[in-house]
């Protein structure tokens, strides 16, 4: 059963626009909420994460957006770039145990 | 942030024998490392669980005995692939955990290509 649910699957955006990519989870004792990049045949590294405390954490162009009653959180890219191509993973975890979501593939347009 | 480091980034090897992918966590101490295998165009799939000085938690489904993990100390773990077929060609990426009162992430390693002839 997947623990973390993400769509879209893939997003075309123009440049300057704005990419959102959302996933949705059921186990309420997830405390942390991490999204990562991964441009292609390099690990995924940590771009922004959020704690279920707050309702919003914004670093830059990037931005979380989370609803603890509706058990969802996105990510905004606000002012898409080229450079933005990537494939976007969200992660929900408790202690050391982590769930992944299958994985966004946004392509920005120039 | 934290920095984790795998060797060798690429291996090319013959069909039956064993790779040895090092991980290491560069600047801080990992009591818990995971191995991932990732194919084109997905996810990532969790192989195993290390964590040091005891024997790694295996994902259902994944050969213990195939993918030997060991974990000897607090900045290394080791995946090795005996007797490697073409099917186990692949992007295999560590990570590392880095917990804490206030924190709690894994840093991911920058992957290891195995291809399989």
């Known amino acids: 059963q997947q623990q973390v649910k993400q769509s879209p699957q893939s997003l075309i955006v123009q440049k300057g626009g704005i990419s959102i990519i959302n996933c949705a989870y059921e186990?309420?004792?997830?405390?942390?909420f991490p999204w990562y990049q991964q441009f292609p045949g390099k690990g995924p590294a940590l771009l922004i994460a959020?704690?279920?405390?707050?309702s919003e954490k914004k670093e830059g162009r990037f931005t979380i957006s989370f609803n603890k009653s509706a058990k969802q959180f996105s990510l905004h890219i606000m002012d898409s770039q080229p450079g933005d191509s990537a494939t976007y993973f969200c992660?929900?975890?408790?202690?050391?145990?982590?769930?992944f979501g299958t994985g966004t593939s946004l392509t920005v347009i120039p | 942030g934290a920095v984790v480091s795998q060797h060798p980034s690429r291996v090319i090897c013959k069909s039956g024998t064993s790779v040895k992918i090092e991980c290491r966590s560069l600047d801080f101490q990992a009591t818990t490392m995971f191995w991932y295998r990732q194919f084109p165009k997905k996810s990532l799939m969790l192989m195993a669980t290390?964590?040091?000085?005891?024997?790694?938690?295996?994902e259902q489904g994944v050969e213990k005995d195939k993918f030997l993990i060991n974990h000897a100390s607090l900045t290394l773990s080791t995946l090795t692939v005996t007797s490697a077929h073409p099917e186990d060609s692949s992007f295999y990426i560590c990570?590392?955990?880095?917990?804490?009162?206030?924190?709690?992430?894994?840093?991911f390693g920058p992957g290891t290509r195995l291809t399989v002839l």
């Open positions: 186990n309420t004792a997830f405390d942390y």
């Open positions: 959020i704690r279920p405390d707050v």
């Open positions: 990570s590392a955990y880095k917990g804490g009162l206030s924190y709690n992430e894994q840093f």
């Open positions: 992660a929900a975890s408790t202690g050391n145990q982590f769930y």
């Open positions: 290390s964590n040091e000085g005891s024997k790694a938690t295996y």
